[in-house]
């Protein structure tokens, strides 16, 4: 896990690849333990084999034992800042030791005929497996890392090595012989990887966006579009686009890659999907099904287990971080390994929102060692600056920070490594508005029966009346363009557009009426969808898999809608406290399985995750196991900001709208000033309005 920079030139000048020294020292929180650097330039010779001669260097935070190594990847002088004569690419690395602790490590990295170089950040799990692999066809290893694997997986297969991987990954290889640049990104976007054209000739590559500020030609522009989608929509939607919130800073989507010879390198990059989400419909009865998920479930959580440096979890004490806890707990018993297992968890000083008795249940359960965090608005004022920095972008809740407490109290503990449960919400219709699916479902095939039996279950368990899931179902059966106006008897929160500035946003009216919401809600960078099914992505359609309508909302939320946020926020969370956080239920085998299992294996009888909560049954504490309410380290936000520090958070809602440049108009403070008076429900927009605003200031976005 680690974090990288890249630097093209795009008119075979060099005069500013010297600065991807800057790029690395803004994330050196994503890699403490080595920096290294590697300069490509033209051979001025006429030779053919060698087209490219390399530079070495180590970075001022290099490993002092590099110089102990005779590799041709290991660097033999520092790098001062100099500029390298004709160099036409620049890769530079920063190093989170997880495997194979040692120098051999060090990243950039070569294989063994200096052809073909790599700089990546992420794990591939199943790297043990590929490399027995490709040691019966010859290739020889001289470190104990994925690193080379993944090199000389390339060496062997080319781009196809990509569908071999099992994890969790963005890397760029460069081909010294065929000048030939290679990029991926994993299937479901875990690991970033940003790019930026600059207007003084060069291409930047990087992991996170605030690398490109210390870059020359950077300026913070806002995407007015992709801030109206944060803004307005209920979720909060960022990162469903290749888009970002900077105007010209993209990103390669989960699944994407792309394959160029950098002397054609233009302003587009020739990028392509290598992986589609494969679905298909499993006839499986539920003894086969629970017996398929768990041997699944139990191979995704030990292969994550591969690490040279400790291992711990995060426990919310809900159904997926218990399940987690559980299988790691039954796995070191198997392997009689006898070191305790680390749990951290957020809690909460508010009855409604503690799960600690929850996460107290698990504990009991098994060999734990629990540590608690407790988080406050007073920490959260501390330290909302840095927090603000270290995402990149704004976010939509407070919950953000207390998973960033998490990972913090981990890290505080000598962990380097976290698995957390992120992703099973999605494909598991984890969240209550599946219900509305479900009851679609049972409505179009005419299942009136059973749709009774649902609709009454759901009542007894979670308490809807029957208008609610009425409308609910409505939802989902009603034609896009009425489903805006629907959408507001189900759901609260976000800027209404009657308080933002279209015109600052550069947003035509005309589009912002047309608004149309596709599933759970298509944002207005998606307006040239053509019909139902179909996202507008970076120009690309992308069409919705066919199946029932549980299928194709949980396809959105993966790919669209929900997790691609979620997995930004942790990966800045954990980076920040230099941590790898690995997520099970994203094993793409387990996805495509769970995604292909008949409707009511995922979501009936008024229980979500359905498969789960059964295939974990002698496994999990019956009191966690089969737990309705859901709450997911949330935070008292509400009483946050009507408590002791009222005032400093109205200020702070004050400084936002002044921030925005009169993106927010007046009614935005009056609004906020109602809910805090009780007069309006509370709900996301005064959050949201403060973390766009602070945004806006500390990266000087204009």
């Known amino acids: 896990m680690c974090g990288i920079a890249a630097l093209i030139s795009l008119n075979q000048s060099s ?6 020294n800057l790029m690395t020292d803004v994330i050196n929180h994503r890699g403490p333990d080595d920096e290294g650097f590697v300069f490509f330039s033209k051979n001025n010779s006429s030779s053919k084999d060698q087209p490219y001669t390399d530079h070495i260097f180590s970075g001022k935070d290099g490993s002092p034992k590099l110089q102990e190594l005779s590799l041709n990847y290991v660097p033999k002088e520092q790098y001062t800042n100099q500029k390298i004569p004709d160099s036409v690419v620049a890769l530079g690395h920063r190093r989170l030791s997880i495997i194979d602790l040692s120098p051999y490590g060090h990243q950039p990295m070569c294989d063994s005929s200096s052809r073909y170089w790599i700089i990546f950040n992420g794990e591939v799990y199943n790297y043990i497996e590929i490399r027995e692999e490709l040691e019966a066809m010859g290739h020889h290893f001289v470190s104990g890392t994925d690193t080379e694997v993944i090199l000389n997986a390339y060496k062997q297969w080319g781009k196809d090595c990509l569908s071999r991987f099992n994890g969790m990954w963005a890397f760029i290889i460069f081909d010294t012989k065929n000048g030939t640049l290679f990029a991926s990104r994993d299937r479901f976007g875990v690991k970033p990887l940003y790019y930026w054209y600059s207007p003084e000739g060069f291409l930047a590559f990087a992991s996170e966006i605030k690398e490109f500020t210390v870059l020359p030609g950077w300026k913070a522009k806002l995407n007015g579009p992709q801030a109206y989608d944060f803004l307005v929509s209920e979720a ?9 919130l900077f105007r ?7 699944g994407e890659a792309f394959e160029v010879q950098v002397s054609r390198l233009s302003t587009e990059l020739p990028i392509y999907r290598w992986y589609d989400l494969k679905i298909n419909k499993l006839d499986i009865t539920l003894e086969e099904a629970k017996k398929e998920f768990l041997k699944l479930f139990q191979d995704t959580i030990r292969i994550r287990l591969r690490s040279d440096v400790p291992v711990g979890s995060c426990l919310s004490g809900g159904l997926d971080s218990s399940s987690i806890v559980c299988v790691v707990n039954d796995i070191l018993k198997e ?15 508010v009855e409604k929102l503690d799960e600690r008795k929850f996460i107290d249940e698990v504990v009991k359960s098994r060999n734990i060692e629990a540590k608690y965090i407790y988080p406050s608005p007073e920490k959260l004022l501390d330290c909302i600056d840095s927090l603000t920095w270290h995402h990149d972008e704004p976010f939509d809740c407070t919950s953000i920070y207390a998973q960033w407490l998490v990972f913090q109290l981990a890290s505080e503990n000598g962990i380097k490594v976290m698995l957390d449960g992120q992703g099973s919400d999605e494909q598991l219709c984890g969240y209550h508005r599946f219900f509305g699916c479900r009851y679609a479902q049972l409505f179009k095939s005419l299942n009136l029966l059973r749709l009774g039996c649902e609709i009454g279950k759901v009542k007894a368990l979670h308490g809807d009346s029957i208008t609610e899931s009425i409308t609910m179902m409505g939802f989902y059966l009603t034609p896009l363009m009425l489903r805006q106006k629907l959408k507001g008897l189900l759901v609260e929160g976000g800027v209404p557009p009657s308080m933002l500035s279209v015109k600052k946003l550069e947003i035509p009216n005309d589009s912002r009426q047309k608004s149309t919401k596709l599933l759970v809600g298509a944002p207005i960078s998606m307006l040239s969808a053509k019909n139902l099914g179909v996202f507008n992505d970076s120009d690309n359609l992308v069409k919705l898999p066919s199946g029932d309508v549980i299928q194709k909302n949980c396809y959105e939320q993966l790919i669209y809608s929900v997790l691609p946020q979620l997995l930004h926020s942790e990966d800045r969370n954990s980076m920040a406290h230099s941590m790898e956080s690995r997520v099970p239920f994203l094993d793409f085998r387990l996805v495509e399985f769970n995604l292909s299992l008949p409707p009511e294996l995922k979501i009936a009888d008024g229980y979500t995750k359905q498969i789960l909560r059964e295939s974990m049954s002698g496994i999990l504490p019956e009191k966690i196991r089969m737990r309705v309410d859901k709450i997911g380290f949330a935070t008292a936000e509400e009483s946050w900001m009507k408590g002791k520090n009222s005032k400093i958070f109205r200020q702070l809602f004050v400084e936002a709208v002044e921030s925005s440049m009169g993106i927010f108009n007046e009614e935005a403070l009056k609004k906020f000033d109602r809910m805090m008076e009780g007069k309006e429900r509370f709900n996301s927009f005064a959050w949201r309005v403060i973390s766009f605003g602070k945004w806006m200031k500390i990266f000087n976005v204009v």
């Open 335 to 349: 392997e009689k390994l006898e070191e305790i297992q680390k749990t951290f968890s957020a809690c909460s000083d």
């Open 15 to 20: 005069n500013y690849l010297h600065h991807i």
């Open 248 to 254: 010209d800073v993209y990103q390669l989507r989960g």
């Open 236 to 244: 909060g939607l960022a990162n469903h686009t290749s888009e970002t």
